[in-house]
């Protein structure tokens, strides 16, 4: 039965009912049978709208898209072993995000909702705007004082309406919460249609890889909606009979706020409160991701793991993929972290994605090109 099933309380409702969660106030998940026709699949335009058999938009007429999707992945030596990286940061507004906004705001459209609204550390905000923009649909970005220039220039060009509050990324998604009490919520966390895009990541991974499923995903881990919606393709895919195995989904978090990884550790099931102190990779700076418990389940379920790494281990990262002609933002280098740091990842086909572009942060990255320059002259592999 197609609709949205709150993981709360089993209520259902209609699939178009414009709601974000549940009247008890629990979490909504689409249910929807996902089908693929891999005959007509190699046959369409190399976008992720090529699954369109998997996609919970009922009418062609109100997909939103600016042919997005089908990133190169591509192997990579990182010394400690071959790395398969997905260059989602080629996405149009420079991230992955891009996936989960082009099906939430076609859903939006569909359901003739006229205004929404989200809350970002910037990535999710810098999507949700472009794709609003393209269908005509009036936006509202609320993001942290601290978010990037980059990110909010991107955001105003949109046309956007941009807001930024004070304090921690908590006081931002709490603003946003009583913003959408009279606005349709477009969250990257709560809105269950946004997962309903980041799942077509595991479909072209599948299809680059043969057809068939990689040994383990590194994901960098907040909210967790590239793991959440990972893990959901790759059970369709499975229902399908299209793949034997579920990858490991092993979830990368900064050290400076892993609240993921406590719970993880300590065998809990509800998210920990726990000291944080910031981070240059402020995609996953989230002290308290309203799916927690979704995500350690899945990684519990798919025998993964939740690992961390410093900050000065993600700069190394950064330099070694800038070193091969990789430019990309803080978090992105997560996972790259994590494959040098533990050698246990390290077995069999690995998948990472690279899921937001270096132009996204120059301020911090310039920083870090400055110290990596300074530590390459002093061994003497530069001159000037």
């Given at each position: 039965m197609n609709g949205l099933l709150c993981k709360s309380c089993g209520t259902m409702y209609p699939m178009n009912d414009p709601r974000w969660r549940c009247d008890c106030g629990g979490l909504l998940t689409v249910c929807f049978r996902a089908r693929f026709d891999r005959e007509k699949i190699v046959r369409r335009k190399p976008t992720m709208w090529r699954y369109r058999e998997a996609l919970p938009i009922d009418d062609d007429d109100h997909v939103v898209s600016f042919e997005e999707g089908m990133t190169p992945m591509i192997p990579v030596d990182l010394g400690a072993g071959s790395l398969l990286l997905?260059?989602?940061?080629?996405?149009?507004?420079?991230?992955?995000?891009?996936?989960?906004?082009?099906?939430?705001?076609?859903?939006a459209k569909e359901m003739g909702i006229a205004r929404v609204v989200e809350d970002?550390?910037?990535?999710?905000?810098?999507?949700?705007?472009?794709?609003?923009?393209k269908a005509g649909i009036e936006c509202e970005i609320l993001v942290p004082e601290s978010t990037s220039p980059g990110k909010l220039a991107q955001i105003l060009l949109y046309g956007a309406a941009l807001r930024r509050i004070?304090?921690?990324?908590?006081?931002?998604?709490?603003?946003?919460?009583a913003a959408a009490e009279t606005t349709y919520y477009a969250s990257h966390s709560w809105n269950p249609f946004f997962f309903q895009g980041t799942k077509t990541f595991a479909y072209e991974v599948w299809e680059q890889l043969g057809f068939r499923a990689p040994d383990a995903l590194l994901l960098p881990t907040g909210n967790g909606t590239l793991l959440i919606g990972s893990w959901i393709g790759f059970r369709e895919l499975k229902e399908n009979g299209l793949v034997d195995i579920m990858p490991r989904h092993i979830a990368v978090q900064a050290e400076n706020c892993a609240p993921l990884l406590a719970m993880f550790r300590n065998g809990l099931d509800s998210v920990p409160v726990i000291a944080t102190r910031e981070t240059i990779a402020e995609g996953v700076a989230i002290a308290n991701p309203v799916r927690g418990k979704e995500i350690v389940d899945i990684v519990r379920e798919t025998g993964g793991e939740v690992l961390a790494v410093s900050d000065a281990e993600v700069e190394k990262a950064l330099i070694l993929l800038g070193g091969k002609g990789l430019y990309v933002e803080p978090t992105s280098a997560l996972p790259v972290a994590a494959f040098l740091k533990y050698p246990g990842v390290r077995f069999g086909d690995v998948v990472a994605p690279l899921t937001g572009h270096g132009l996204k942060a120059d301020e911090k990255m310039l920083e870090i090109a400055s110290k990596g320059r300074k530590k390459r002259r002093r061994e003497g592999r530069t001159t000037a």
């Open positions: 997905k260059l989602e940061q080629l996405f149009p507004t420079g991230s992955y995000k891009d996936r989960g906004a082009a099906v939430l705001i076609s859903k970002s550390s910037g990535n999710a905000g810098c999507a949700i705007a472009a794709y609003a923009a004070p304090g921690s990324r908590e006081n931002t998604a709490n603003a946003a919460l």
